[in-house]
């Protein structure tokens, strides 16, 4: 669908589910955000992974000062520009200029912990038009009530799904729902979608049996069976098992279960899940993170590193600067 662009998500190198939806003179941008996970095995994020934020993060500025409507999905580091974001993530300082003109349709604070309204509220301060909107329909953008962030009753929240009325097709974001609870992808699939994109579970943790692995699987299935094409990503993309759990989900759909990788046509690049084989590959001084955000080093020798020696990197390094 050419008036979806994904912008960033685990498959394309950071943890995000970033994308831009136009529809005729609407730029509509849904979660514009971005992290690398602050340490996965004891690690920082490698300087590669880095480099490839660094991009992104350019490109989805760019995208934000360019579009007419921002959709908050919920407050979450990885899915806005706030205030006390890290080097790493996009900083609300970067973007509070281009917020004044544009429409900003956003999940409700108020059940949220002080810090997200806190979040809430610095965004609120710094535009025009912050508008909550769970639960409405304003022309052909709907958004649903409060679901769980996961599992029932889970301790992150809640979100906010995007509907979105296309030419010919229906567009559903639907965030970090992480099909772990059925009765949020019921309410999905009453939005009729055609195409979806949304959060897998986070196999990466601990706490994600193979009981609870398996019932994401059948509510991935479940929704597939409802949707021409279901891009499954974000938490689920933070390991290799992830990627493997995605393509038997696929093989056992009669339509396309994919990443956002997939989607964007390139090959899927978990640069997180690869963060120890990054540092094997390409060692880290033991002062670089401290030094980087000093601005007293940069990534460029380890962007041409990566662009050199890992197999496809230079695909997707041009596929995020075009």
Not at 30 to 46: A, V
Request: aromatic fraction near 10%.
């Amino acid at each position: 669908m050419e008036n979806l662009k994904i912008l960033a998500a685990e498959s394309l190198g950071v943890r995000a589910l970033c994308c831009l939806v136009e529809k005729g003179e609407q730029k509509i941008l849904i979660d514009p955000g971005i992290s690398l996970g602050y340490t996965r095995q004891g690690l920082l994020p490698h300087p590669i992974q880095i480099a490839v934020a660094e991009i992104i993060r350019e490109k989805i500025i760019r995208a934000l000062k360019e579009s007419s409507d921002f959709v908050i999905s919920h407050f979450h580091g990885d899915h806005i520009p706030f205030k006390e974001a890290n080097v790493y993530q996009i900083k609300l300082e970067q973007v509070k200029e281009y917020l004044k003109d544009i429409n900003i349709w956003a999940k409700s604070a108020e059940s949220d912990t002080h810090k997200f309204k806190e979040r809430a509220w610095d965004l609120k301060f710094n535009s025009t038009n912050f508008v909550e909107v769970e639960g409405q329909t304003i022309a052909d953008l709907s958004f649903s009530g409060p679901v769980f962030h996961g599992e029932k009753d889970s301790f992150l929240g809640k979100v906010m799904m995007t509907k979105i009325k296309l030419k010919d097709k229906v567009f559903v974001h639907a965030s970090d729902i992480q099909f772990l609870y059925k009765a949020t992808i019921k309410k999905l699939i009453e939005m009729q979608p055609d195409l979806a994109i949304a959060s897998g579970p986070p196999l990466y943790l601990s706490h994600i049996d193979q009981q609870m692995a398996a019932e994401a699987a059948e509510n991935i299935l479940l929704l597939s069976s409802q949707v021409e094409t279901l891009i499954v990503d974000h938490h689920l993309l933070r390991s290799e098992a992830g990627l493997t759990y995605l393509r038997e989900l696929n093989d056992k759909s009669q339509n396309q279960i994919i990443s956002a990788a997939d989607f964007m046509g390139v090959k899927p690049w978990l640069l997180e899940a690869r963060r120890k084989e990054l540092y094997q590959k390409f060692p880290v001084p033991e002062d670089w993170h401290q030094d980087y955000e000093a601005g007293l080093v940069e990534t460029t020798d380890y962007l041409l590193q990566a662009r050199e020696k890992l197999s496809n990197f230079e695909e997707l390094f041009q596929f995020f600067k075009t």
